[in-house]
């Protein structure tokens, strides 16, 4: 059987040799081994953001806590390494409600519409070059595309509510959003360009010998502001308004809803973080003989480390002024990124 995905079809290839013995080389033994295929790699998948989300989440509080002078989460765990743990508990333990003017047929499905969509964005990032859940020609589009939906469901999940600040909130995520998207997918052409290829395993690939941090420097900066911008990270998290009290789209979701939500927090860095090292920093490429998961996980860190030392440092930016360094300021730096990667890498 033809698979695109490395990971799926090293399990595959594992399962259906246990399985061969009772169900031979049947077509029952192939659709068996691969969805015990794909449930393995969701099921890893799923472990990995769940890790990624405790650590992140329990760094992120210890940081800024240093930051400004307090001890953060101590008491549960080593460090207080399961604080997070315990609010996640905490969360599922209590109701679910939904607002009396919410819409009952589209509000309680957006927010999982959302993590599908970033779930499925991670499925297409290759973690190493072994673990990569859909490895295809035009996984760039792919991602970008599905990005590109996450306004569209988070105007959804603030007007469906019924609440009107929600709703007003949702929209000033979706302004910036949309202003962002436009210098993101010039930085992601440039990359596209210099690499001849649409695929991520090639972008890396491209980045043996001069990483594009080095090769396109005005592209990484942009790239970095523009994608915390689209994963609504300080200082661009507008979405939260301290003179209404509430928290954007997510403002009407019950406890319940807001785990997922924190959870979808943490996989869209994940994300966010994987994407930035795959196209700008070598992805598992490294000066040093290491794994290629140990020169991932170390460009993971680091760049976790300065989003969050940015959270504690930067203070919210006016949603007029915000919008306008999208167009005046970041808009022109994407076009002479791409001219310059043009005249250097492809002409």
Known sequence: MDISSIAIKSYFSSVYGLLYPYLGSSVANEALSLLIGIAVFCIILAIMISLFGIMYGWAERKVIARMQSRHGPTYLGKFGLLQNVADLIKLLSKENILPDKADRRIFPFVLPAVFASFALMLAFTPFTPSFVGI????AVILVFALLSISPILMFLAGWTSGNKYGSISAQRSVAIMISYEIPLMLVVVAAAMSAHSLNFMSI????????????MPIGFVVFFVVLLAELERPPFDLKEADSELISGWLTDVSPPYYALALLLDYARMLFGVLVISVIFLGGWLGPAPLPPYAWMAIKVVLLSAIII??????FRMRLDRLIRAGWNYLMPLSIL???ITFLLFVR
């Open 309 to 314: 030392a940015f959270r504690g440092t930067f």
């Open 135 to 138: 490895d295809t020609s035009v």
């Open 337 to 339: 990124n791409l001219l």
């Open 204 to 215: 890396v690939s491209s980045q043996t010998h001069l990483w594009n941090i080095v090769a």
